[in-house]
């Protein structure tokens, strides 16, 4: 075993920081090592390790990613417009987020035209990957709505890949449903819809309660609380997921990642095929909603991107 002194070697923290990629991806660490290092870092500090803190500390800055913004063809301070959110795939650079403003604040497009929306330039350096969950470089770009947490597997989450020297622009389409009043006469398992005030869990739409359901579940199994849901207040008397709950964080990952349809009648074929999904039988869709498809168009930056004075960033 290592003694103290090896802890302060730059090349031992840099070798076990891959390690952290288990919060992203439990099946990608040895669950014995993690719990190893989980346990050393506690002696160290005296007290239970922070991950969320220390996975925000090792996120890259948004500052540091976005290098202009504009709303309206207006230029925008990035560093105070854009705000980095744990999510589960990491903290992400967040614009117009729901939970941190009030409607008043909200941006709305009140101009027409492709250069009156959100237009960002970013920074795809490469000089500073150290761990990547996608084998190529560049951005992940995920378009969502009213949810907490942006979830691709409730499949409310549209998300596309931007490579460095890309030029995208996307087009969104809103897709309304609006449900009479009247339909409220009728019993929730008739109409399999909420209207607000009828489910609190479900109040922002179904991809919050899913997300909220998943949680329960896994404080359940697991004992523990994800990083990018403990905020340390809401959540103070919950233990936060830390390198010591990896083993059991993947036993059911499977089923976190599968929801089972609130169907009663469902063949045999595909009740076998949810044995091991998460049953959410509450978490119907709202019966008036607003939904939001993207198109996007690809093509290449100008010639000058691969300039010389450009490729020093690269």
């Known amino acids: 075993?290592?003694?103290?002194?090896?802890?302060?070697?730059?090349?031992?923290?840099?070798?076990?920081?891959?390690?952290?990629?288990?919060?992203?991806?439990?099946?990608?660490?040895?669950?014995?090592?993690a719990l190893e290092l989980q346990n050393r870092l506690d002696r160290l500090t005296g007290y239970t390790f922070n991950a969320r803190e220390v996975l925000k500390g090792l996120a890259p800055k948004c500052q540091d990613l976005l290098l202009e913004c504009y709303?309206?063809?207006?230029?925008?301070?990035?560093?105070?417009?854009?705000?980095?959110?744990?999510f589960a795939n990491g903290h992400c650079c967040v614009f117009n987020y729901l939970y941190d403003k009030t409607p008043e604040d909200y941006y709305y497009v009140n101009r027409t035209g492709k250069d009156m929306g959100?237009?960002?330039?970013?920074?795809?350096?490469?000089?500073?990957?150290?761990?990547?969950?996608?084998?190529?470089?560049?951005f992940s770009v995920q378009i969502f709505g009213h949810q907490r947490i942006a979830?691709?597997?409730?499949?409310?989450?549209?998300?596309?890949?931007?490579?460095?020297?890309?030029?995208?622009?996307?087009?969104?389409?809103?897709?309304?449903?609006?449900?009479?009043?009247?339909?409220?006469?009728?019993?929730?398992?008739?109409?399999?819809?909420?209207?607000?005030n009828e489910h609190q869990?479900?109040?922002?739409?179904?991809?919050?309660?899913?997300?909220?359901?998943?949680?329960?579940?896994?404080?359940?199994?697991?004992?523990?609380?994800?990083?990018?849901?403990?905020?340390?207040?809401?959540?103070?008397?919950?233990?936060?997921?830390?390198?010591?709950?990896?083993?059991?964080?993947?036993?059911?990952?499977?089923?976190?990642?599968t929801y089972s349809p609130p169907i009663t009648n469902l063949n045999k074929h595909l009740q076998a095929e949810l044995i091991d999904s998460l049953s959410c039988d509450k978490c119907l869709p709202l019966c008036s909603y607003n939904r939001y498809d993207y198109f996007k168009a690809k093509s290449n930056l100008k010639d000058v991107f691969n300039s010389s004075d450009n490729m020093k960033f690269m």
């Open 1 to 33: 075993t290592r003694g103290f002194f090896d802890y302060n070697m730059p090349n031992f923290w840099l070798q076990r920081l891959r390690l952290f990629a288990g919060f992203f991806n439990t099946d990608s660490v040895d669950f014995d090592e």
């Open 71 to 86: 709303w309206s063809g207006q230029p925008l301070r990035c560093e105070e417009e854009l705000k980095a959110v744990a």
């Open 118 to 138: 959100l237009i960002l330039l970013l920074n795809s350096s490469t000089s500073d990957y150290f761990y990547s969950e996608d084998s190529s470089n560049g």
């Open 151 to 196: 979830d691709t597997s409730t499949g409310e989450v549209g998300e596309f890949h931007v490579d460095a020297g890309d030029s995208i622009e996307i087009r969104l389409k809103l897709v309304s449903q609006v449900t009479t009043t009247e339909t409220q006469d009728h019993r929730v398992e008739k109409r399999g819809c909420y209207f607000p």
């Open 201 to 257: 869990d479900g109040i922002h739409g179904q991809a919050e309660c899913l997300f909220n359901c998943r949680l329960r579940s896994i404080k359940s199994l697991c004992d523990c609380i994800p990083f990018y849901a403990y905020d340390g207040k809401a959540n103070n008397s919950q233990t936060q997921c830390s390198l010591a709950h990896m083993e059991c964080l993947e036993r059911y990952r499977i089923t976190w990642q």
